[in-house]
């Protein structure tokens, strides 16, 4: 049972439900950076889901604040936009809230339209590449005006609160480290004058909306930056911010150069909560822990233990939002749960495309996507039970269809089940656990080791077929394939087959490969559990302890034959992959081509030259083909026909489950 989640919360006479937060993020939605049909649609619909604050942003406040087509508070026109997003959210029950952003050193020259971002010193980003111009006073100055009169603007178009973005390495952020702050007048040098800008801001935004409007900051609970800020300064950081007027902590993570992973499904469930209840200790005033908050069992367990007032839960209301109304009716096995996955997200942003989500392709798509009860129902057979598969059969059957789901294997989840192998990537077994639960929901008739072929679908008289029959693996033209030591990926992440010897070579570095080698390298490695163990009774130290957890029994090499191995995975992700494989000690090899497979070594061609590579084992991973045969046997049959996932094309999974859920809709 939920015991705290759902107690409302006063904040300065601002009354909210329950203390489910969707924290700012920005949706690529607003190319003008004006507010539009679409996100007024997208907050509107989480704001109906039951969340009990919503902040929207971030908002630019000047020309040099952040990318044109961000959402825009830069001057009075803007309010007009606002009032509209505002009203959307509030009318169902949901307190709003506007962010300002600036972004001071990490704004990109093109998305300013061509001006050099400014910054408290000229410290390139790594994040742009660029130099930023070190500020005057009178740039300081009127970058504090800049911040006041949005705030201005954010009370007048209706908002319930305003908060200042003052984290992810963003210009609050860089006044106050030491590693970006280089200055040597009242702004620079001691902790006191590297806070005066933000404080300044504070108490700018304070007096721009008066003493009884509620204002909140997001803050980096530690930058997790060599020479940077730490969770304790930020603690004191906080409760300065309280003795300005500040009404409410926002603590998330680091930066965007930090090697800390902060968003993707590697990071443990609320890892970073601890950052809150660390800042929680030092202020009397409401604090949101955030980051990887995906669960509302979780969640309530934060609150429960002090750790924090209220949880940010931004992704989690993307893949679900309606999860807050589904916990509150106690629905919990309705719930979609985001699994950081990234791939519509923060992916979408990096490529500057409008946010959406892997499990919920209606996300951002609210005015298009529409799910409609039939008039006339069919019956509708589905035959594949991985992703693609098992949304277009849920979609089917909500509109109200007569769905039957052909799996051969005695378990649904298709290739979702082989993602989830690899440490860190558990999550996706989440996805197909939501998707089983909400199938038995919807009333599917599930018939596992069931392959159904052209035949037994037109005997028993459907009137529509979901072709989701996936992939199979691609078997490359290597001299040595059919050598007793060669095994498939998909084998070895099934567990039908293990790696032998100390040597594994994995021929293939996309996703597949590297998560394959990821799951090889990490055998024999010790388990969070033993590393605790042995670090609290001191027995082990703690460089042998960090040899325990990334140096396990296999040596395991990659060879890849193009420049770069996860090629076919998302910005905001692949780095984190990258970074795990290097802690596991796996050599990767890339523009090397497998040339022959002998009996203990595999023989490679670099630049010209052949090389061996010692090989107990050689796993091929090399990609996949449709396995399409059945919608070849079935589209000239008279039938209602789809094919949808890798049945396809092989592709991502966010690409399966949108095209399985416009399957669904469409039959």
Same mark, same amino acid.
């Given at each position: 049972?939920?015991?705290?989640?759902?107690?409302?919360?006063?904040?300065?006479?601002?009354?909210?439900?329950?203390?489910?937060?969707?924290?700012?993020?920005?949706?690529?939605?607003?190319?003008?950076?004006?507010?539009?049909?679409?996100?007024?649609?997208?907050?509107?619909?989480?704001?109906?889901?039951?969340?009990?604050?919503?902040?929207?942003?971030?908002?630019?406040?000047?020309?040099?604040?952040?990318?044109?087509?961000?959402?825009?508070?830069?001057?009075?026109?803007?309010?007009?936009?606002?009032?509209?997003?505002?009203?959307?959210?509030?009318?169902?029950?949901?307190?709003?809230?506007?962010?300002?952003?600036?972004?001071?050193?990490?704004?990109?020259?093109?998305?300013?339209?061509?001006?050099?971002?400014?910054?408290?010193?000229?410290?390139?980003?790594?994040?742009?590449?660029?130099?930023?111009?070190?500020?005057?006073?009178?740039?300081?100055?009127?970058?504090?005006?800049?911040?006041?009169?949005?705030?201005?603007?954010?009370?007048?178009?209706?908002?319930?609160?305003?908060?200042?973005?003052?984290?992810?390495?963003?210009?609050?952020?860089?006044?106050?480290?030491?590693?970006?702050?280089?200055?040597?007048?009242?702004?620079?040098?001691?902790?006191?004058?590297?806070?005066?800008?933000?404080?300044?801001?504070?108490?700018?935004?304070?007096?721009?909306?008066?003493?009884?409007?509620?204002?909140?900051?997001?803050?980096?609970?530690?930058?997790?930056?060599?020479?940077?800020?730490?969770?304790?300064?930020?603690?004191?950081?906080?409760?300065?911010?309280?003795?300005?007027?500040?009404?409410?902590?926002?603590?998330?993570?680091?930066?965007?150069?930090?090697?800390?992973?902060?968003?993707?499904?590697?990071?443990?469930?609320?890892?970073?909560?601890?950052?809150?209840?660390?800042?929680?200790?030092?202020?009397?005033?409401?604090?949101?822990?955030?980051?990887?908050?995906?669960?509302?069992?979780?969640?309530?367990?934060?609150?429960?233990?002090?750790?924090?007032?209220?949880?940010?839960?931004?992704?989690?209301?993307?893949?679900?939002?309606?999860?807050?109304?589904?916990?509150?009716?106690?629905?919990?096995?309705?719930?979609?749960?985001?699994?950081?996955?990234?791939?519509?997200?923060?992916?979408?942003?990096?490529?500057?495309?409008?946010?959406?989500?892997?499990?919920?392709?209606?996300?951002?798509?609210?005015?298009?996507?529409?799910?409609?009860?039939?008039?006339?129902?069919?019956?509708?057979?589905?035959?594949?039970?991985?992703?693609?598969?098992?949304?277009?059969?849920?979609?089917?059957?909500?509109?109200?269809?007569?769905?039957?789901?052909?799996?051969?294997?005695?378990?649904?989840?298709?290739?979702?089940?082989?993602?989830?192998?690899?440490?860190?990537?558990?999550?996706?077994? @989440?996805? #197909? *656990?939501? /998707?089983?639960?909400?199938?038995?929901?919807? +009333?599917?008739?599930? $018939?596992?080791?069931?392959?159904? =072929?052209?035949?037994?679908?037109?005997?028993?008289?459907?009137?529509?077929?979901?072709?989701?029959?996936?992939?199979?693996?691609?078997?490359?033209?290597?001299?040595?394939?059919?050598?007793?030591?060669?095994?498939?990926?998909?084998?070895?992440?099934?567990?039908?087959?293990?790696?032998?010897?100390?040597?594994?070579?994995?021929?293939?570095?996309?996703?597949?490969?590297?998560?394959?080698?990821?799951?090889?390298?990490?055998?024999?490695?010790?388990?969070?559990?033993?590393?605790?163990?042995?670090?609290?009774?001191?027995?082990?130290?703690?460089?042998?302890?960090?040899?325990?957890?990334?140096?396990?029994?296999?040596?395991? @090499?990659? #060879? *890849?034959? /193009?420049?770069?191995?996860?090629?076919?995975? +998302?910005?905001?992700? $692949?780095?984190?992959?990258?970074? =795990?494989?290097?802690?596991?000690?796996?050599?990767?090899?890339?523009?090397?081509?497998?040339?022959?497979?002998?009996?203990?070594?595999?023989?490679?061609?670099?630049?010209?030259?052949?090389?061996?590579?010692?090989?107990?084992?050689?796993?091929?991973?090399?990609?996949?083909?449709?396995?399409?045969?059945?919608?070849?046997?079935?589209?000239?049959?008279?039938?209602?026909?789809?094919?949808?996932?890798?049945?396809?094309?092989?592709?991502?999974?966010?690409?399966?489950?949108?095209?399985?859920?416009?399957?669904?809709?469409?039959?």
């Amino acid at each position: 049972m939920l015991k705290k989640l759902f107690n409302p919360l006063n904040i300065k006479g601002l009354e909210m439900r329950n203390r489910i937060v969707m924290t700012a993020m920005h949706l690529n939605f607003t190319p003008d950076g004006r507010v539009n049909d679409r996100i007024a649609a997208f907050y509107e619909e989480r704001a109906r889901g039951g969340a009990g604050l919503i902040i929207v942003g971030g908002c630019i406040i000047d020309d040099y604040s952040g990318a044109y087509w961000m959402l825009d508070l830069r001057d009075d026109s803007c309010v007009e936009g606002h009032a509209v997003l505002a009203d959307a959210i509030r009318k169902h029950g949901a307190a709003a809230a506007c962010q300002l952003y600036h972004a001071g050193r990490y704004a990109h020259s093109v998305s300013i339209e061509g001006k050099q971002a400014l910054a408290p010193s000229a410290v390139a980003s790594r994040f742009t590449r660029e130099e930023p111009r070190e500020m005057t006073l009178d740039d300081i100055q009127r970058t504090v005006r800049a911040y006041a009169d949005a705030a201005r603007r954010v009370k007048e178009a209706g908002y319930d609160m305003v908060e200042v973005l003052a984290c992810t390495g963003y210009l609050i952020c860089q006044f106050l480290s030491p590693v970006t702050n280089l200055r040597g007048d009242e702004y620079g040098g001691s902790w006191e004058n590297r806070m005066r800008f933000g404080l300044e801001v504070a108490d700018a935004v304070r007096e721009a909306v008066g003493p009884a409007y509620p204002v909140c900051f997001r803050i980096a609970g530690h930058d997790y930056m060599e020479g940077g800020n730490t969770n304790r300064e930020w603690a004191l950081f906080a409760a300065e911010l309280e003795r300005h007027g500040v009404d409410l902590i926002n603590v998330t993570g680091g930066w965007h150069e930090t090697r800390v992973p902060q968003l993707p499904m590697s990071v443990p469930r609320g890892a970073l909560a601890y950052l809150a209840a660390r800042v929680k200790e030092k202020v009397g005033v409401p604090v949101i822990a955030c980051n990887r908050i995906n669960d509302v069992f979780l969640a309530d367990e934060i609150l429960r233990m002090g750790a924090a007032d209220l949880v940010g839960m931004a992704r989690a209301l993307i893949a679900d939002p309606f999860l807050p109304r589904k916990a509150w009716e106690e629905r919990y096995e309705e719930i979609t749960h985001c699994i950081g996955c990234n791939q519509g997200c923060f992916d979408h942003v990096f490529y500057l495309q409008p946010v959406t989500c892997m499990l919920n392709p209606r996300a951002g798509r609210e005015l298009e996507y529409r799910v409609e009860r039939v008039r006339k129902p069919k019956r509708v057979a589905v035959v594949g039970g991985g992703p693609a598969g098992m949304k277009a059969a849920l979609t089917a059957a909500e509109r109200g269809h007569l769905v039957t789901l052909f799996e051969k294997a005695d378990i649904l989840g298709g290739q979702m089940n082989l993602a989830a192998v690899p440490p860190g990537r558990e999550e996706f077994w @989440t996805a #197909v *656990e939501d /998707l089983e639960a909400q199938l038995d929901n919807a +009333g599917v008739e599930l $018939r596992l080791e069931s392959e159904a =072929d052209a035949a037994t679908l037109r005997e028993e008289g459907f009137d529509a077929v979901v072709v989701a029959t996936g992939a199979r693996q691609a078997v490359p033209s290597i001299p040595g394939m059919d050598a007793p030591h060669v095994v498939m990926a998909w084998d070895i992440l099934e567990g039908k087959v293990d790696p032998e010897g100390r040597d594994v070579v994995i021929i293939g570095g996309g996703a597949v490969g590297s998560e394959t080698a990821m799951y090889v390298a990490s055998i024999g490695t010790i388990s969070g559990d033993t590393l605790l163990f042995l670090f609290m009774n001191n027995g082990e130290d703690v460089e042998t302890l960090r040899e325990l957890c990334g140096r396990g029994i296999k040596r395991v @090499t990659v #060879v *890849e034959m /193009l420049d770069k191995v996860c090629r076919d995975v +998302g910005l905001s992700t $692949r780095w984190a992959i990258l970074q =795990d494989m290097r802690n596991l000690g796996i050599d990767i090899r890339s523009n090397a081509v497998a040339k022959r497979i002998e009996k203990d070594r595999v023989i490679v061609e670099v630049e010209g030259r052949e090389e061996a590579i010692p090989a107990d084992t050689v796993i091929i991973a090399v990609g996949s083909c449709p396995a399409d045969e059945l919608y070849r046997e079935l589209k000239d049959s008279g039938l209602e026909v789809y094919v949808v996932g890798d049945a396809r094309e092989a592709r991502k999974a966010i690409e399966a489950i949108q095209e399985g859920y416009e399957a669904g809709l469409q039959v």
